[in-house]
């Protein structure tokens, strides 16, 4: 079964600070990644996704995220945080053959202070 | 105003009870998920459908139970042979199995 793993649970940050959060997989074949974010008191919601084409994909907010084949990863990135960025993120894989079911991550907890 | 409604938001049951988690989507989706997030682990697949009925046990589906009676509802369960119930629990829906996955609000079950 494919697993994704993402270090580095709690994250704090000051505004303006860089974010990196890496996701590695063990899928071998073709997937689909996602992001997705979790605000306090809100519903889970896509942040990007990567299914094909351009390895960098750009979501709302000014995340972006890189695909890395040679190293299953796919890192999120965002040069500039903000305090409305406070969220917990999530990672997710679904194998593109095979039994399609969306692994997640365990997720990273970003504090962002003013 | 189409989306995922998970109901209710909050929910008491005492230990031995069954308790039924509602989700309804009016997405006209084909797949449907249950998920249970637990702080630090993640969501954890319990159930999912790719169609009516049809369901599939996902990785922790032990002491749940699913129908799929119709489209756009896909009930969860809560037996009394779970072992720790008390779980914050996610309904999704994508359009078919591999695609987007949109997510309701939740419900917070607790077990006394």
Redesign the interface.
Known sequence: ?QS?S?HN?HVILSEAASLELGCNYSYGGTV?L?W?VQYPG?????LL?YFSGDPLVKGIKGFEAEFIKSKFSFNLRKPSVQWSDTAEY?C?V?P?YGN????????NQVVVIP | DGGITQSPKYLFRKEGQNVTLSCEQNLNHDAMYWYRQDPGQGLRLIYYSQIVNDFQKGDIAEGYSVSREKKESFPLTVTSAQKNPTAFYLCASSLSLGKVSFFGQGTRLTVV
């Open positions: 079964a994704v993402q649970h689909n996602f997705y809100q519903h889970l919601q896509l996704k999530f997710a679904i593109f399609n079911r969306l692994a997640f991550g365990k997720g």
